[in-house]
């Protein structure tokens, strides 16, 4: 049975209101062409879980590419963007909102005519072809029928159950990166994969389903998991199912393995609120904590068969291997400010909180949060023009200098700019030139 209930408050109540004004739109194009139009897929799902989510999944019963030139017809506030080989099209509004359209052929799908009109549509098999029951429900856009939800699979029960749940046995083994979703969705929603589905996911792995996945198709799913809002419990769940040696034999999750990555955690919570405005590679972040324990050749197997690109994989060896030396020596000791910043300049931001997560001690972690919040603010008084009129010939000695003032600046050896002056002569000899204030 198919429950049908109109949800067209719930849709007025939790999306925003260009986006209903657009669907609303959308219907009314399906009317004027004579084919039907669903809101589908991950955000009728979301309408019940409440993430808000603005990639917005339409599928029409007719050709998507024709739909999307229609209803672009005229305005001015989208750029399209359309998929001859799969049918389908995007619309990228202005405002940032994204809608992807797809087809549904209706020649597919071969049943006899006697079913219910809904029952008969082809948009039930496109649902049907869909990974978890709780991505399968559909809202109607056309016309009167505007906001009509359409449950085939029993989507609602398992949302309420809160259980992952394939749609058949089948699901897995012809896509098995589902295994890594059904994970990710877990875990994002506090739901339980469903028994058989649990069992399905065991036989993929018993198969190894995901020998014939790409480095990149791979790379793509655990980069997910590792972008989501909470990741070591998924991790924990990916270890349970033995699925992280699918990524590498010796990926394990040990209790030093779980404690790094509760420190990475805590780092990135720390890193947050510290309003550090540069752009930040998460995942990269937690990619290291849950490879740490590989040595070297490990994990450049590991980047190869994620498909890695050369230039991340050296970037991972070498600022890896650095950042792990970093570790030992302001471990030691509490280190001078200037040789703080020494050994972390060369790391990216990324290594730089490995370096922060990986240390135990206090002294350290305090380092590291100095270095990123303040030192790298710190530059000389002092600049190329003022060497210059201090009669120094420039060339590589400025770099010298100007290193020299950057690390009496940091260590406060140095606080004035006459200071600065002092210091460069007594370090690099009296220059005759005059130095202009
Ligand atoms: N889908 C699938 N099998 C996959 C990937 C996707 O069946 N391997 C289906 C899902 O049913 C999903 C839809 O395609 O609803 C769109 O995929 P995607 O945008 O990845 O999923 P969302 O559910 O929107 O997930 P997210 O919230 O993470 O964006």
Redesign the pocket.
Known sequence: TIRHKNIANLLHERLPKPVVTILQQMGKVGDDLGEDVYL????V??LFLR?D?L?I?VVVEGDAIEFARAFAQGRDDLRLRTHKKFNTAKLLFDSGLTM?LATARLEYYMSPAALPVVEHSSVKLDLY????TI??MAVRLNGRQFGLLIDFFEAMRDIKEKVIRVLHNLSFVE?P??VF?AI??EQ?FGFRIGKLTEALIKNAIKIDAFRRLTGSRLFGELK?ILEEESVTPAIERLNEFKLLRVFHPALQLTAKQLELLDQAEETLAWYRLSFIDKPLRRWLLYFLALADGLDEQQMTELCQRLGFAPKLREEITEMRAKALRCVNVLQRRAARPSQTFELLRPLGLEFQLLVMAKTSKDYAKKAVSQYLTTMVRVRPELGGQDLKAMGYLPGPLYKQILDTLLAARLDGQVQTRQDEIDLVENRFGQRKGELSY
């Open positions: 589908v897929g991950g955000s799902r979301d993430s989510h990639d999944d992807d072809r869909r990974d978890f991505n399968t896509d990166t589902r979703r990710r969705f994002r997910h």
